[in-house]
């Protein structure tokens, strides 16, 4: 009877766990969706015989030779082939006149239908998986390294640029993410997907600075802070040999956060059609639900890989900050 009260938590504990590890399965599986995203979805085969002429990975080197070639074309010139799951783009239209917002399987090599263009949602979707990681990670570690610099400066020196920083961290954080980004995003007269990364990256940053100028102000009366300024050794010295290691996790937390944080901000403007990008979105598919409220598939697989990419991301962040935190543990 002496082990029942400690059988909640260590319930709890177990089921913590194993949310955890199959949250990091989830995300390892988006992770090779958008690595391989063109193994799973092209329009060009993985290997192939055409013209006499032996093609391998022509579906990641796209080859001008290839591409300038119709489908028809390069199906009545091929020998043999090695096809993707799907043999669509993301951008790829059917031409067939009965391929038009088609539900699942309901016409041959579509398994999840295709949208109001004929384009083949599957392919859409594996490709905007990829998108949306690399966009979201590029715009983390760029938000990631400017809360650095800026929190550290503001911490190490003081004074001017303490206030400086603290008061830009400030004005940015009054405003919710996605409204600044909007606002953003309106006031350019054509805002393009880089316009996009730069809000997004906008946004970000201060979570972070605020962070590290908290850690380096923390720090900065520890002994070995005060023996190394003893021995002569620089501001910058300090911060990137002694201050930056030693909140490296809560940084990684902060950036494991932040990618399904810039995935949702990234869909929702896709799905309001002012992202400014023009590859595949799983916002943009969704959109066109709108259009077609029959098309329930629109919705549907794009909804349910967003979700679920969302809540395994930030049980992983969730993770990554009980890892260095033993209060989450």
């Known amino acids: 009877m002496s082990a029942m009260p400690g059988m909640p938590f260590e319930g709890s504990h177990a ?6 590890a199959l949250a990091m399965l989830v995300a390892a599986f988006f992770v090779l969706v958008a690595i391989f995203a063109d193994m799973l979805a092209s329009d060009l085969p993985i290997a192939c015989k055409t013209q006499g002429h032996v093609w391998l ?10 591409t300038a070639m119709s489908r028809e074309e390069r199906e009545r010139e091929t020998t043999w082939s090695i096809r993707p799951l ?3 783009g993301p951008q790829t239209i059917d031409e067939r006149p009965e391929a038009v917002l088609r539900g699942p399987w309901a016409i041959s090599g579509h398994p999840l239908g295709t949208d109001r263009s004929a384009r083949d949602v599957f392919a859409r979707l594996v490709h905007g998986t990829r998108s949306y990681l690399v966009f979201a990670l590029a715009a983390v570690m760029v938000s990631l390294t400017f809360g650095v610099i800026f929190g550290g400066a ?9 206030a400086l920083v ?14 600044l980004v909007l606002g953003i995003m309106a006031a350019v007269p054509r805002p393009t997907l880089t316009t996009l990364f730069g809000a997004i990256a906008l946004t970000r940053w201060p ?5 590290v100028r908290a850690e380096v102000m923390r720090v900065a009366t520890r002994d070995y802070v005060m023996s190394a300024r003893a021995l002569g050794a620089s501001p910058m010295r300090i911060l990137r040999k002694h201050v930056v290691p030693n909140m490296r996790g809560q940084v990684t937390a902060l950036g494991a956060f932040g990618v399904p944080a810039v995935i949702l901000v990234e869909a929702s403007l896709d799905f309001l059609r002012i992202g400014g990008g023009e590859g595949a979105s799983w916002g943009e598919t969704m959109s066109e639900f709108r259009d077609a409220p029959h098309a329930w598939w629109l919705l549907a697989f794009p909804g349910a890989l967003l979700f679920v990419m969302i809540v395994a991301m930030n ?14 543990r």
Do not use: C, H, K
């Not at 990975?57 to 290839?66: C, I, K, R, S």
């Not at 503001?154 to 303490?162: R, T, W």
């Open 15 to 20: 089921v913590r766990a194993r949310s955890r």
């Open 166 to 179: 603290s008061r830009a961290v400030e004005t940015i954080s009054a405003f919710p993410s996605l409204v």
């Open 57 to 66: 990975f022509p579906n990641v080197t796209q080859p001008a030779a290839l």
């Open 207 to 211: 979570e972070v600075a605020r962070l």
């Open 86 to 88: 799907v043999s669509w």
């Open 315 to 328: 049980v992983v962040g969730e993770a990554r900050r009980a890892s260095y935190d033993p209060r989450g």
């Open 154 to 162: 503001a911490g190490m020196f003081g004074g001017a640029s303490d």
